[in-house]
């Protein structure tokens, strides 16, 4: 079946621009994650939704970063005013939920901001 | 806080070599643990999970134990091939009812024929 999809899968934006990262996690699971994963470093988390509202943040770096997932499916995680160390891989996974089950991870977005 | 640390790659093994890769974690709380891979051009797969001490994680001839004396997860395969070239992220999550991964660096394998 379908996996979770992620797009775009490259994106390349200019320093101060906002950008926004899409990602459809698998139906059905009402769990959402964010990781993001800079070069050499494993997945940091980032947001998790637990059907649309946002349960755990924490990790959001700064008040550039926001996601919504305004029906419980979809998830779009936004940038505004973009800087070089934002230039990272973005990753979406989802799960059906409960805590312990196993997340499923798309292929990523690669941001670059120059 | 909570964090995994795995060794530092890149390892490169011929075909049919016995592989270790090993990860460490904190001991806070009764952690589950976990092996991810990524194979090129793909994303993050579970390759092996523990969710408590002594417990023996085991998917595609790899194997890691659930070490709490040691706290440790150490992957192991006794004969690789050129298709378990990825890298491997080793990943703790607090509890039993958590959601939220920690994962180490990362470790890239090459496997030559």
């Known amino acids: 079946g379908a996996g979770v999809s992620q797009t775009p899968s490259n994106k390349v934006t200019e320093k101060g621009k906002y950008v926004e990262l899409r990602c459809d996690p698998i139906?059905?699971?009402?769990?959402l994650y964010w990781y993001r994963q800079s070069l050499g470093q494993g997945p940091e988390f980032l947001i998790y939704f637990q059907g649309t509202g946002a349960a755990d943040d924490s990790g959001l770096p700064n008040d550039r970063f926001f996601a919504v997932r305004p029906e419980g499916s979809v998830s779009t995680l936004k940038i505004q005013r973009t800087e070089r160390g934002d230039s990272a891989v973005y990753l979406c996974?989802?799960?059906?939920?409960?805590?312990?089950?196993?997340?499923?991870f798309g292929n990523g977005t690669r941001l670059t901001v120059t | 806080g909570d964090s995994v640390t795995q060794m530092e790659g890149p390892v490169t093994l011929s075909e049919e070599a016995f592989l270790t890769i090993n990860c460490t974690y904190t001991a806070t709380g009764y952690p589950s643990l976990f092996w991810y891979v990524q194979y090129p051009g793909e994303g993050l797969q579970l390759l092996l999970k523990a969710t408590k001490a002594d417990d023996k994680g085991s998917n595609k001839g790899f194997e890691a134990t659930y070490r709490k004396e040691t706290t440790s997860f150490h992957l192991e395969k006794g004969s690789v091939q050129v298709s378990d070239s990825a890298v491997y992220f080793c990943a703790r999550r607090a509890g039993a009812g958590s959601y939220q991964l920690t994962f180490g660096k990362g470790t890239k394998l090459s496997v030559i024929p």
């Open positions: 139906s059905g699971h009402t769990a």
């Open positions: 996974a989802s799960s059906p939920g409960q805590g312990g089950s196993p997340l499923h």
